[in-house]
């Protein structure tokens, strides 16, 4: 049988009665499978003798000893038992603190093994915290054999309260021996042989049972690959059901072949090009003639693909509907690539939704629509968020249900209740790491068929996820990377600057300005008294003084730039006063933005060069990069100023020499990970599908790639068989 199915209680294994099993239960361990999958956080190797002369070899003590006599310290309860021992090569004191009763346990003359850390305090050799067992007693013959153990792996168990890792282990110990016969292998034979990996039954066998380190790595290789294989066969399975065939394995997994000219790969790209253009449908082709620009390759290669993809979710021939995660750097064009998959839509018959977080973005994506969609043939906009007025929204509503708009842009608003499609087919969902799972189920919801088909879907993430996480949380989506900026883009040059300098910044910022370009400052507070930012993790000090987008805003305007035009936003200004700076600022009105993180994602204005973040040891490091892409849009060189105090944490230093060396978004993603961990990155939480024991996607990256392409392999191999 498998593991997992050995589901009977804990209270069944000898030796576990109702006292142990409460301690178990608080380590959520109820089931004889739960026990045994109950792994050694790590090892200890005890399988060498470290005699009482080496205490400072930097391992703990291990040895043999005789107790050679026993002595008290202090006074009635406060008394305190110590214990002479010496072995081959040294004498020392154990020290029993609330061990009272092993003056019995250990009398003199008697044989005992000794583990334990070991320093020399008032001439003695001394340890308090020390592991011991009888071996012989004085006189007797024979060592006492259950001992045997001496020489063994120790295992290091998470504990609780009330449980010994010698009961944890022999807990352990027991199930395996009552239960442990019938463990079947889950993985395929093929794979197991080929990575020399342990049966399931010999693993899980070794890995609380080692004879040597190198045995307990074995065990822990086998598990990690097993978990990880068994989780990448889930989620590809799931994919299946929803496409029919498999998901496209090798989109992560692109390669950078437009640096590489040779003729093939000349005439390849032709090819390409070409199809990217006979794809293109009535609406789509309009939306081209509109633009000034080429679109990128990257760009290209996404709307073939999901043009194809759309296409066969439309027919309704087949049950498959698009599941595509966009991902790129801030500035990578993704907007663009969503309105020419809404025009598929269209042009197929049916109604689109672009859903955003923030009224901010949605009116910013209403207004780029209005001025790129608007204008093509057949193509009815609307713009829905929580505010807009009974009447008009009235209207509105009518409209969407009847089907007489196409395409509708707005905020969580456009799957309330009272929101009636005609027939939704297709969503895009911005900054999706801004919603929950519930949220995108709800939209999802809006847009089945009659017939109870999906809509399809494209999500959007400015945040690059790690490709590691990605696989794991987003595993059945397939992915879609901008990796090429549009060109023509000038790589952004990052100062760092300690706090007291600031004047320098001010100053080199003045000569762009003056030279006819714009600046965002960015600061971690609205204004003095307010301590609610996003930022909590990363304070340090709380009585440091941090300076405000307030106070910063009336200084800056006053006293360093009073030649300028400045304007102050934060979450706390109107919503209406937001967009009419945001917007002034976009026009050139305005020269300089005071602002907090709420310029951190949609504002695009091309002629802004200069982004100064001021304490920028407290943001995070995927903050810090999305307010870095506010700049560089244009054809201008933008430079971003991080000024930071003196007093930095490690973790504060470690993003901001990232900062300073990279732009890569996902470099930057890998190492945000690497700083946080995985349950710290924006929308992992939500998603509750990181439900791994044993592997760590993030540490286990190689064998969770591997077991990924193992699984399509696998898969292929078995519908091949099938067909035969
Ligand atoms: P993202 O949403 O990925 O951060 P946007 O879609 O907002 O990026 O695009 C940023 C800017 O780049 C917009 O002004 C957009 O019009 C422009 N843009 C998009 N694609 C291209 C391209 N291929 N060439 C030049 N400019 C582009
Ligand atoms: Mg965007």
């Not at 309330?416 to 911005?430: E, G, P, Q």
Request: proline residues 3%; contains cysteine.
């Amino acid at each position: 049988m498998k593991l997992q199915d050995i589901e009977t209680p804990v209270t069944s294994v000898s030796g576990i009665g109702p006292r142990f099993a409460k301690n178990l239960a608080s380590l959520n361990i109820f089931t004889v499978s739960q026990l045994l999958t109950h792994y050694p956080r790590s090892y200890e190797d005890r399988t060498q003798l470290i005699p009482l002369a080496k205490f400072n070899s930097g391992q703990k003590v291990h040895t043999i000893a005789r107790v050679t006599s026993h002595e008290w310290f202090g006074y009635g309860r406060m008394k305190t038992l110590k214990i002479r021992i010496e072995d081959d090569t040294a004498s020392a004191v154990l020290v029993c603190f609330n061990r009272p009763f092993l003056e019995k346990t250990f009398p003199a003359g008697s044989i005992i093994s000794v583990t334990g850390n070991f320093t020399e305090k008032y001439g003695d050799l001394q340890s308090a915290s020390f592991e011991a067992e009888l071996l012989q007693k004085d006189g007797d013959e024979e060592l006492i054999t259950k001992n045997e153990g001496f020489f063994s792996i120790a295992t290091l168990y998470p504990l609780t309260a009330g449980l010994s890792q010698a009961q944890m282990h022999k807990f352990i110990t027991t199930a395996l021996h009552e239960y442990g016969k019938g463990i079947n292998n889950e993985i395929p034979e093929f794979y197991r042989s080929k990575y020399g990996l342990l049966g399931k039954q010999e693993a899980i066998h070794l890995i609380h049972n080692p004879a040597s380190i190198e045995e307990a790595e074995k065990a822990r290789q086998t598990l990690i690959y097993e978990e990880l294989f068994l989780f990448q066969l889930g989620i590809v399975k799931r994919t299946l059901d929803r496409k029919g065939h498999l998901p496209d394995e090798t989109s992560y997994l692109q390669s950078d072949t437009d640096s590489v000219i040779s003729d093939q790969n000349i005439a390849e790209k032709r090819e390409k090009e070409e199809s990217f253009y006979r794809s293109l449908s009535p609406k789509q082709k309009q939306l081209i003639d509109r633009l000034s620009f080429d679109l990128t390759s990257d760009q290209k290669s996404v709307i073939l693909q999901m043009n194809k993809e759309l296409d066969e979710s439309f027919s309704g021939s087949s049950s498959f509907s698009m599941a595509r995660l966009l991902q790129g750097d801030v500035g990578s064009g993704k907007t663009l690539v969503a309105f020419f998959a809404c025009l598929r839509a269209v042009d197929s018959g049916f109604q689109c939704a672009i859903l955003s977080p923030t009224e901010l973005l949605s009116r910013q994506h209403a207004e780029n629509a209005a001025r790129l969609l608007e204008p093509i043939s057949g193509v009815r906009l609307a713009y829905l968020t929580g505010n807009i007025q009974a009447k008009g929204r009235n209207k509105l509503l009518t409209e969407l249900s009847q089907g007489s708009i196409d395409i509708v842009i707005g905020t969580h608003a456009l799957f309330s209740k009272n929101v009636h499609y005609k027939h939704l087919r297709f969503a895009v969902i911005d900054e999706q790491h801004r919603f929950g799972v519930i949220q995108r189920n709800l939209i999802i919801e809006k847009g089945r068929s009659p017939e109870g088909k999906a809509p399809s879907f494209l999500m959007m993430s400015a945040t690059p996820i790690p490709q590691t996480l990605a696989l794991t949380v987003f595993g059945d989506l397939d992915v879609s990377v901008l990796r090429t900026m549009p060109p023509g883009r000038k790589c952004i040059q990052t100062h760092l600057t300690r706090a007291g300098n600031e004047a320098r910044v001010y100053e080199a910022v003045r000569k762009e300005i003056s030279d006819g370009r714009q600046a965002y400052f960015v600061y971690p507070l609205i204004e003095k008294a307010d301590e609610e930012t996003d930022q909590q993790d990363y304070l340090f000090d709380k009585k440091t003084e941090l300076k405000s987008a307030e106070d910063m805003y009336s200084f800056l305007q006053k006293e360093v730039y009073p030649e300028f035009s400045c304007a102050l936003v934060h979450s706390k200004v109107d919503e209406e006063d937001q967009h009419r700076i945001l917007t002034d600022f976009s026009k050139g009105k305005i020269q300089i933005l005071v602002a907090t993180t709420v310029v951190e994602v949609g504002v695009d204005v091309p002629n802004a060069t200069c982004m100064i973040i001021e304490h920028a040891e407290r943001f995070g490091l995927a903050a810090l990069h999305q307010l870095r892409g506010r700049v560089g849009r244009g054809k201008d060189q933008s430079h971003c100023f991080l000024i930071y105090s003196s007093k930095l944490t490690d973790a504060g230093k470690e993003r901001l020499k990232a900062m300073h060396e990279t732009t890569d978004g996902f470099q930057i993603a890998e190492l945000d990970l690497k700083l946080r961990g995985p349950g710290e990155v924006s929308g992992i939480q939500q998603s509750g599908n990181l439900l791994l024991g044993i592997a760590d996607p993030l540490r286990d990256k190689e064998i969770l790639l591997q077991a990924r392409k193992d699984v399509y392999e696998y898969l292929k191999d078995q519908s091949k068989s099938l067909t035969l």
